[in-house]
C-alpha cells in the first residue's frame, strides 16, 4: 500500500497531498496538518485517534463538509479546492455516503423515504428511487423494514437504515464517522459485519473511530495525532 | 455556478409536505393567525356586499320608486293650506309624465269634532265613539302606496266625481268598529252622516296612517266636508326613474310655482351604497389586515423556531447533495404551504361567518367569488414573506455545524 500516487490509469477515490486546515485565531488552531493521504478504489481504511486529535476535522475535509486552507484535494481525480460551493455540494451527493454516529434519520418519514433522500437531490426518477432503495435495504438485511417508521427500529437497524442511505447513490467512497459509538456490542459486530460484506463486494470505505477494536477490522489503518496523519500496523 | 441536477418542483413540494404534516398540532397553530386573518378579511368584505345589497334591495323595491309631493301642510299642521295648493288634478297631471307607474292625491280630513261609529245611535256616555281619523284620496292613491284589499273592493273615479257617501276602512279602523265583512254593505257613521262602507284595506307600503283611518273619495270630502286642496301627490314610479320624475313632478303639478311645493324622493341608490361600502370596508379591511400581519408573524417565528429544531435535518441534507438554495427553497415552500392551506380555511371559515350571519339576519349573502378564489393566494403570498427570512437563515447554516448536534 502506497500513501500516495500519481498519474494512474484509474486515480485513487482519495487523494490529499500536503492538505492542512487551520481556524483563525486567536489563538491560530492547525487542526490538520500537511496531510498526505491516498485511498485506493475497494480500500476499507480506519483513520483512528483520540478526541481532539483532528480526526472530525479530517472528516469533513475528506467529506467535502470543509476546504482545507492549504494542500490539495482530489477526488476521483478531480481538484475539488477550488469549486463552487454549489458544485461541491452536487458532488458531495454524489460521490460521498455519509454515514454518522447518531444516525441522523428523519423521523415521520418511512426508511424507504429515508433511504430515498439521498438520491433526491440527484435527478433521479421516482420510480428509480423506489426500486433503488428497496436493493440497497435489500443489502443491508431490512427488507422487510421498507414501510416502518425508523423511531420503532432498534439502534442497530437505524444504522443499517443509514448505511442503505448512504450505498443507495452508489458512491465512491462510503465514509463513517464513529458508526458504532451509539450501538451495544452485538449491533456494533452486525453493523461491522455489514462493512466487511460491504467491502468484498467492492465498496471503498473510510472508518474514522476512536475505537482501536473498530479499527482492527479495516485492512488498512490510519492514526491521526495532533493534525498528523501516520500510518499504524494492522 | 449554474445546477447541472436540480430538484424537480414535485419533489420540493413533497418534501415540504412531509415537513409539514410531520407536526400537525404545531401546523394548526401556526396556520392560527392566518387563518383569523383571511377569515376576518372575506367574512368582513363579504359581509359589507352583504349588508350594502340588503340596503339596495330595500330602496329598489319600494322606496326607490317613491316621490311624493307636498304643499301646505307645512304652513299649518291641521290640514288646512294656504298659498301653495296642490291642484285636484295634480294626480292626473303627474300621471301623464312618462315613468310614472301611479298617481294619487291624498289629504286629511277635518270633520268638525264628528266622532266615527259603527251604529246609529246617539250615545251621550260615548262609550260607542271611536276616534278614528278621516282621509280622503283619489283611486289612483291606492294603486301608488301598494294598496292590498282584504275584503271588498276601492272606490273609483265615479264615486269620486259624484261625491258618494262610500269608505274604505283602514284595517285597524275596521277593527275597532268592529266590521270585517263588506257583503252586507254595512254602514258607519261620522257624526249622523251614514257611509258605506264597500272596502277594507289591508296593507300598504306608506302612508301607514291609512290603515287606522276612514278612507273617503277625495270629490265626497270636498262636497261634504269643504276640503280645500289635497295635500299631497303619492307617485310610484318605474324603476330607475324616481330621479326623473323628482326633477319634473313640481312642473307638472304646478307650472306657475313649482318652487313652492316640496318633492321628496329616494336618496341615490348608488350613492348610498357606496357610502356604506367604504365605511364598512375602511374599518374591517384595517382589521383584517391586523390580523393578516399577526399570521404573518406567526408563521415566520414558528418557521424560524422550526429551522432551529431542524438543523440535524438541514445537515444531513447538506451531506446527501443538497445545496443551501435547496435548503432555502423547501423552507419557503414550507411556509407557503402552510400560509396557503391557512388562507384555505380561512377563505371557507369567512364564507360560512357570512353565510351564518346572513341566515340569523334572514339577508341574502352576496360575496364575490373571486374573494373565496383569491383568499388561498393571499395566505401564500404570507407564507412566502414570512418564511424568508427563516429560509434565509436555514440556507446559511453549516453543514458541519449541524451535523455535529447529536
Request: hydrophobic content about 45%; aromatic content about 4%; glycine content about 10%.
Amino acid at each position: 500500500m502506497t500513501t500516495t500516487s500519481d498519474a494512474s490509469p484509474s486515480p485513487p477515490v482519495v487523494e490529499m497531498v500536503g492538505v492542512g486546515r487551520s481556524f483563525p485565531g486567536p489563538p491560530q488552531v492547525h487542526a490538520v496538518r500537511d496531510v498526505d493521504l491516498a485511498i485506493d478504489r475497494g480500500e476499507y481504511l480506519s483513520i483512528v485517534g483520540p478526541s481532539g486529535s483532528g480526526k472530525s476535522t479530517l472528516l469533513h475535509l475528506l467529506g467535502l463538509l470543509d476546504r482545507p486552507t492549504h494542500g490539495t484535494y482530489r477526488l476521483d481525480g478531480v481538484d475539488v479546492s477550488e469549486l463552487s460551493e454549489a458544485h461541491r455540494a452536487e458532488l458531495r451527493g454524489e460521490r460521498i455516503g455519509f454515514v454518522f454516529q447518531a444516525f441522523h434519520l428523519l423521523p415521520h418519514r418511512s426508511v424507504l423515504e429515508n433511504v430515498g433522500l439521498s438520491m433526491l437531490y440527484q435527478r433521479v426518477p421516482r420510480r428509480e428511487r423506489v426500486q433503488r432503495s428497496r436493493d440497497a435495504l435489500e443489502r443491508v438485511g431490512l427488507a422487510h423494514r421498507v414501510d416502518f417508521d425508523p423511531g420503532t427500529l432498534s439502534g442497530g437497524e437505524r444504522q443499517r437504515v443509514a448505511i442503505a442511505r448512504a450505498l443507495v447513490g452508489e458512491p465512491s467512497l462510503l465514509l463513517a464517522d464513529e458508526p458504532t459509538g451509539n450501538l451495544d456490542s452485538d449491533n456494533v459486530e452486525a453493523v461491522l459485519d455489514l462493512f466487511d460484506k460491504l467491502h468484498t463486494e467492492g465498496i471503498t470505505v473510510a472508518v474514522i473511530t476512536h475505537d482501536d477494536h473498530v479499527s482492527a477490522r479495516a485492512g488498512r489503518r490510519v492514526r491521526i495525532t495532533d493534525g498528523t496523519l501516520s500510518e499504524a500496523a494492522v | 455556478m449554474k445546477m447541472r441536477r436540480r430538484l424537480t418542483l414535485r419533489d420540493l413540494v413533497d418534501e415540504a409536505l412531509s415537513g409539514v404534516a410531520a407536526r400537525p398540532s404545531r401546523l394548526a397553530l401556526t396556520t392560527l393567525g392566518t387563518v383569523i386573518g383571511v377569515a376576518a378579511l372575506v367574512s368582513t368584505i363579504g359581509l359589507g356586499q352583504t349588508a350594502s345589497g340588503q340596503i339596495s334591495d330595500r330602496f329598489d323595491a319600494t322606496s326607490a320608486t317613491r316621490v311624493v309631493v307636498e304643499a301646505g301642510e307645512r304652513d299649518s299642521p291641521d290640514g288646512a293650506v294656504q298659498a301653495t295648493e296642490l291642484p285636484w288634478d295634480a294626480a292626473d297631471r303627474v300621471a301623464r309624465l312618462s315613468g310614472v307607474a301611479s298617481a294619487g292625491t291624498f289629504a286629511r280630513v277635518a270633520v268638525g269634532g264628528a266622532n266615527v261609529r259603527g251604529v246609529p245611535i246617539n250615545d251621550p256616555s260615548g262609550s260607542i265613539d271611536h276616534d278614528i281619523p278621516v282621509t280622503a284620496v283619489t283611486e289612483g292613491l291606492f294603486d301608488a302606496v301598494n294598496g292590498v284589499l282584504s275584503t271588498g273592493r276601492f272606490f273609483d273615479s265615479g264615486h269620486d266625481e259624484r261625491g258618494n257617501a262610500v269608505v274604505v276602512l283602514g284595517r285597524y279602523a275596521a277593527e275597532r268598529l268592529g266590521i270585517n265583512r263588506v257583503d252586507a254593505q254595512p254602514s258607519i257613521f261620522i257624526g249622523d252622516r251614514p257611509f258605506t262602507v264597500v272596502g277594507i284595506l289591508d296593507t300598504v307600503s306608506h302612508r301607514s296612517e291609512l290603515l287606522d283611518s276612514a278612507i273617503l273619495p277625495m270629490g265626497t270630502a270636498e262636497s261634504l266636508y269643504g276640503l280645500q286642496a289635497p295635500a299631497a301627490v303619492e307617485i310610484r314610479t318605474e324603476l330607475g326613474a324616481a330621479q326623473l320624475i323628482g326633477s319634473q313632478a313640481a312642473l307638472a303639478v304646478a307650472p306657475n310655482s313649482p318652487e313652492l311645493l316640496s318633492v321628496e324622493v329616494p336618496p341615490r341608490p348608488g350613492s348610498l351604497r357606496d357610502d356604506v361600502s367604504t365605511d364598512i370596508n375602511a374599518l374591517f379591511l384595517a382589521l383584517g389586515g391586523l390580523a393578516l400581519l399577526v399570521g404573518g408573524l406567526g408563521i415566520a417565528n414558528i418557521t424560524l423556531l422550526s429551522v432551529m429544531e431542524r438543523i440535524s435535518e438541514i445537515g444531513l441534507r447538506r451531506s446527501v447533495g443538497a445545496s443551501s438554495k435547496h435548503i432555502a427553497g423547501q423552507f419557503i415552500v414550507e411556509s407557503v404551504v402552510i400560509g396557503f392551506l391557512g388562507g384555505l380555511i380561512g377563505a371557507a371559515a369567512g364564507v360560512l361567518a357570512t353565510v351564518g350571519v346572513s341566515v340569523v339576519q334572514d339577508w341574502t349573502p352576496l360575496l364575490d367569488y373571486r374573494l373565496a378564489v383569491l383568499a388561498p393566494f393571499l395566505g401564500a403570498a404570507i407564507g412566502l414573506l414570512a418564511g424568508t427570512y427563516p429560509a434565509w437563515r436555514a440556507s446559511t447554516i453549516e453543514p458541519i455545524t449541524a451535523l455535529r448536534t447529536n
